[in-house]
């Protein structure tokens, strides 16, 4: 479930994992949650944030998509120029926003 969507920013609820790969168990928590993506970066920091009541944002840029056609190594390489484009104009739209 997406929360809100402008140009191709998404806002939306995730589920952490430990691998890069997607497991039949995996899917079904994302579905059972509603997520729409699986990081592993940003779950601890997040947990930590929210047993001490603090505000908490992360800001990510997908590479991989679960139910993509490519492997998982060959689809982060496809994406991972584009991503880092878009989360580099996201966070400078984002600085802006705050600042002004």
């Known amino acids: 479930m997406c ?3 402008v140009d191709y920013i998404i806002i939306c609820l995730s589920v952490t994992g430990d691998s890069l790969h997607t497991s039949n168990n995996d899917l ?3 579905m059972s949650e509603g997520a729409v ?3 592993m970066e940003a779950a601890s920091v997040a947990w930590v944030c929210e047993q001490l009541q603090t505000p908490f944002l992360a ?3 997908i590479t991989d998509l679960i139910d993509g056609s490519e492997s998982t190594h060959q689809e982060f390489y496809l994406n991972l120029k584009l991503a880092s484009e878009r989360l580099q104009d996201v966070l400078e739209r984002l600085v802006r926003y705050i600042w002004t």
């Open 59 to 61: 800001l990510k840029s």
């Open 37 to 39: 993506v699986k990081e």
């Open 3 to 5: 929360l809100a969507h």
């Open 28 to 30: 079904e928590i994302l």
